[in-house]
């Protein structure tokens, strides 16, 4: 059977024996909005929640939260109907300021930023990257109930209107991204990116769990301490491409939103697999290892212990964190990076070679990258000449009667194992 998976810009293939049983996990493709745009003019029509237009009238500031490069959100589809209505309301362009919003990412430097806006955009409005580091820009707003020191964007924070825009999709240990988390934690300090992602080791923080999720709770007190008025969120399919958007008071938005979220990336399996090959999605899912991580995360799901796994992932920009890369380097083992990030107290950064290095320890786990090897070893990703090698070596451990599990699009899927109920019905 030939097996087709996205990598960077581009996709690799390969193939495995005809008698070997190959199940692809992949949510069913739903069919985008004829008309993206009027999608996009339709949700700004219907605010959602206790929140009209109307209230906004006077607003002589207006600051807007967008993703980075890391994060495919059709910016040039969602942006030009918010500002059209934000100009209808008389805001004039130099009154608006768009933030990109870096987390903890390295900021955007502005020759990079036509790589996620139109010029037209570029050339109108003022547009700065946020810089997490950079504590003569963040203001302190308290904690919240959990702990969390509130470190944010001065500039984002003493706007008038507050706004973000993003997508509503799996993550990893916040069950979903979009609402307010593209300014909570994209506009946040690092001291607060770190206490709330400390909170991933919480039984409860786990993939497509939103209401009792510690981490998506303790990041929705910060959003309301900010005071984030309004989120444009999009749902796409895997072919990128606007599927459903809503708009109106966050928390609003992410409940109209979860439902529909779940019908395009949500896929019961009824083992777990022997052998299962996954990638974050391509570009820009794996434009580097911080962010491919999430397609180990994600197969190590429906996987069996001690099976194998095989990450497909270009990471063109490599580690993708000095913070991680810095810590990373000299662990020799699975063991000593676990043992040396408990010891150490949780930190961004390194907490990306845990999650790795927790993963990867229960599988046989290889990488086919076009990153140094050097590097990827030495993060150990145990990186692979080809991908058809890496599918021949773990074909070599399986039993007979055992199946292979393809993830193509490992960021954006909720894979989980059905239960007797849902098997027995076939649900």
């Known amino acids: 059977m030939e097996i087709s998976l996205p990598y960077g810009h581009s996709t690799l293939v390969t193939h495995v024996p005809n008698e070997i049983e190959v199940d692809i996990i992949d949510a069913p493709q739903i069919p985008a909005a004829p008309d993206p745009f009027e999608e996009v003019h339709m949700a700004l029509e219907s605010l959602?929640?206790?929140?009209?237009w109307q209230d906004y009238t006077d607003a002589k500031s207006v600051a807007i939260a967008i993703n980075d490069k890391t994060r495919p959100v059709p910016l040039h589809h969602l942006l030009p109907p918010l500002l059209e209505r934000l100009a209808s309301l008389?805001?004039?362009?130099?009154?608006?300021?768009?933030?990109?919003?870096?987390?903890?990412?390295?900021?955007?430097?502005?020759?990079?930023?036509?790589?996620?806006?139109?010029d037209a955009i570029l050339g109108r409005y003022r547009v700065v990257s946020h810089n997490s580091e950079d504590k003569d820009r963040l203001t302190y707003l308290g904690k919240t109930s959990r702990g969390t020191q509130i470190w944010s964007n001065r500039g984002y924070l003493q706007s008038d209107l507050k706004i973000v825009v993003g997508n509503i999709e799996p993550h990893q240990f916040a069950g979903f991204s979009g609402g307010v988390k593209s300014a909570a934690i994209g506009l946040a300090g690092l001291e607060t990116i770190?206490?709330?992602?400390?909170?991933?080791?919480?039984?409860?923080?786990?993939?497509?769990?939103?209401?009792?999720?510690?981490?998506?709770?303790?990041?929705?007190?910060?959003?309301?301490?900010?005071?984030?008025?309004?989120?444009?969120?999009?749902?796409?399919?895997?072919?990128?491409?606007?599927?459903k958007v809503m708009a109106g008071e966050p928390i609003a938005v992410m409940q109209m939103g979860i439902p529909p979220s779940r019908k395009t990336c949500q896929i019961g399996i009824t083992s777990k697999f022997?052998?299962?090959?996954?990638?974050?999605?391509?570009?820009?899912?794996?434009?580097?290892?911080?962010?491919?991580?999430?397609?180990?995360?994600?197969?190590?799901?429906?996987?069996?212990?001690?099976?194998?796994?095989?990450?497909?992932?270009?990471?063109?920009?490599?580690?993708?964190?000095?913070?991680?890369?810095?810590?990373?380097?000299?662990?020799?083992t699975y063991s000593d990076v676990i043992e040396s990030f408990h010891k150490g107290g949780f930190r961004?950064?390194?907490?990306?070679?845990?999650?790795?290095?927790?993963?990867?320890?229960?599988?046989?786990?290889?990488?086919?990258?076009?990153?140094?090897?050097?590097?990827?070893?030495?993060?150990?990703?145990?990186?692979?000449?080809?991908?058809?090698?890496?599918?021949d070596t773990a074909l070599a451990y399986m039993e007979p009667g055992e199946?292979?599990?393809?993830?193509?699009?490992?960021?954006?899927t909720i894979p989980y194992i059905k239960t007797k109920t849902e098997i027995e019905n076939n649900i």
């Open 274 to 332: 022997s052998v299962t090959v996954t990638s974050p999605g391509g570009h820009p899912k794996d434009i580097n290892v911080y962010q491919a991580q999430k397609g180990l995360g994600h197969a190590a799901l429906v996987t069996k212990p001690g099976g194998s796994i095989i990450l497909v992932a270009a990471c063109p920009e490599g580690a993708g964190s000095p913070h991680y890369e810095e810590w990373a380097l000299g662990k020799k």
């Open 403 to 412: 199946r292979v599990g393809v993830l193509p699009y490992a960021s954006s």
């Open 194 to 243: 770190t206490s709330n992602h400390a909170l991933m080791t919480h039984p409860g923080s786990q993939l497509g769990v939103y209401e009792d999720n510690p981490v998506r709770q303790d990041l929705e007190e910060i959003g309301q301490k900010i005071g984030i008025q309004l989120a444009i969120n999009a749902i796409l399919n895997h072919n990128r491409e606007i599927v």
């Open 90 to 118: 008389r805001i004039q362009d130099e009154s608006i300021t768009i933030y990109v919003a870096v987390g903890t990412h390295p900021p955007m430097m502005p020759d990079e930023f036509p790589a996620i806006l139109p």
């Open 48 to 52: 959602l929640g206790e929140v009209t």
């Open 348 to 391: 961004i950064g390194p907490h990306k070679a845990y999650q790795i290095a927790r993963d990867a320890s229960k599988f046989r786990f290889m990488t086919c990258t076009a990153m140094d090897h050097d590097l990827a070893s030495a993060l150990l990703l145990n990186p692979v000449e080809d991908l058809q090698t890496a599918i």
